[in-house]
Each structure stands twice: as structure tokens, then as C-alpha cells.
């Protein structure tokens, strides 16, 4: 099982619960210019989806389950739409097969004088309204370590985005997971997938936002490792 992290996150994105799934091989990647990986950010998840399979060749990994969460999703769909060989199912955290980027976030995630006010924003809609205060720090002091110009890489990657009509041709298993309280992508997002996505299935969390992974571990990774066995 590869994790795949989203605009802005690293391996640390996903909680333990999951990096640990019992009895699961589990890899959680930094993409270029995140967390512990050197390198300059992309700017199109094509560019990252390359990355994926770099990583994959360099530990001589055949296939994987690919899990993504928001950004990491869009490079898991485009993985099993470029690499299908590649790919023994999905799972699709906070996704769509389209991603777009409010204005504000483009025009204020690159520029270092207003860097942390974006990373302010973005947090705040990422979480559900009863999340724990602490959650959202230790998020906020995350993304607070990106360069600017590799946050904003991310979401123009993100904005660009778009295989909506390319959905027909997935015919790997598909598990698509979204917040009831999902700001970034709303859940009409996720049924878009399941309705495209022929051997999908769609499991909508109470309690949960955008980071639903990061609210609701234990429910998320019950999910993960049903589909996965």
C-alpha cells in the first residue's frame, strides 16, 4: 500500500492507525520538496504521479494499492488511468476528478509576506467544526514548514486537474472516502467519483472534514483494511 499525501503534507498527514495497518506492507512517501524529501515541489500531478513510479522502481515495488488523500487522490486516479498495471485499487480520500482552487489560495499560498494567513485559511477549511484545537496547531505547524512556492506548485497542480471524462475507463476497485463536513471538496465530489468509477464504493464519515483521516483514524483505517483484504 503506497499513502499519498496531499498539497502541502508529507508521510506525517496520515496518523498512525493507518502508516501501521495490521498485516498491510505500508509505504507513506514524501513527494519532491515535502517533508524529508529534497528536490523542487511539481507543478502538475502528472509530474507527481512520475514520481510515484520512480519510487515504486527504486524499491522494486510491482504494484500497489494506491491511497491518496486530496491532491494525493488526483495522483492516485492518474496513476491508475497512466500505469493501470500499476495500480491493484484505489482509495480516495477528499477527492474528485476535478480539483479546483479558490482565488484566494492561488493568490496568497506562494508569497512568503502572506504564506501564513494562506495556511491559516486553508487549515481552518480542512477541519470539521468540533475538532480539537490541538489537531489544527500540530496541522497549521505542518504546513508551516513547506517553502511557499512548493504550497502554491501544489494547488496549481490541483487547479489544473481534470479527468472527469476519463472516470468510464478506471476499472480497478475503488474505495472513495469523504467528510460529511468537507469544505475543500465538497461531497458531491466523492459521488461524482462513485457514480464514474464503475467498481466503486462511497463511505461518507460524520464528524469529519477534509482531513477526515486525520479526525477519524480508526474509522478510516477500518475501511481502508476491509478493502484492502
Not at 76 to 95: D, E, I, Q, S, Y
Not at 119 to 131: E, H, K, L, P, Q
Not at 133 to 151: A, D, F, G, N, Y
Not at 194 to 221: C, Y
Request: hydrophobic fraction near 45%; charge should be negative.
Amino acid at each position: 500500500v503506497i499513502l499519498i499525501h496531499g498539497a502541502g503534507g508529507n508521510h506525517l498527514s496520515w496518523p498512525p492507525q493507518i502508516r501501521r495497518l495490521d498485516g498491510e506492507k505500508i509505504y507513506a512517501l514524501d513527494l519532491p520538496g515535502h517533508g524529508k524529501s529534497e528536490g523542487a515541489g511539481r507543478h502538475s500531478v502528472d509530474e507527481y504521479a512520475n514520481d510515484v513510479i520512480a519510487f515504486m522502481k527504486e524499491l522494486k515495488i510491482r504494484a500497489a494499492v494506491m491511497v491518496g488523500i486530496s491532491m494525493g487522490s488526483a495522483i492516485a486516479l492518474t496513476l491508475a488511468l497512466k500505469f493501470p498495471k500499476k495500480v491493484l485499487g484505489l482509495g480516495l480520500l477528499g477527492g474528485g476528478a476535478r480539483m479546483p482552487v479558490t482565488k484566494e489560495i492561488l493568490e496568497t499560498a506562494g508569497n512568503p509576506n502572506t504564506f501564513e494567513s494562506a495556511v491559516d485559511m486553508i487549515n481552518g477549511n480542512c477541519f470539521s467544526t468540533n475538532t480539537l484545537t490541538s489537531l489544527l496547531q500540530l496541522s497549521k505547524k505542518r504546513m508551516l514548514e513547506i517553502r511557499p512556492p512548493v504550497l502554491l506548485g501544489d494547488f496549481l497542480a490541483c487547479n489544473e486537474f481534470d479527468v472527469s471524462d476519463q472516470l468510464n475507463n478506471i476499472n480497478i476497485p475503488a474505495l472513495i472516502i469523504c467528510g460529511v463536513e468537507d469544505k475543500m471538496m465538497s461531497l458531491k465530489y466523492s459521488e461524482r467519483l462513485r457514480d464514474g468509477i464503475v467498481n466503486s464504493q462511497l463511505h461518507v464519515v460524520d464528524n469529519a472534514g477534509h482531513m477526515v483521516m486525520a479526525e477519524q483514524p480508526d474509522i478510516v483505517a477500518g475501511f481502508l483494511k476491509q478493502f484492502i483484504d
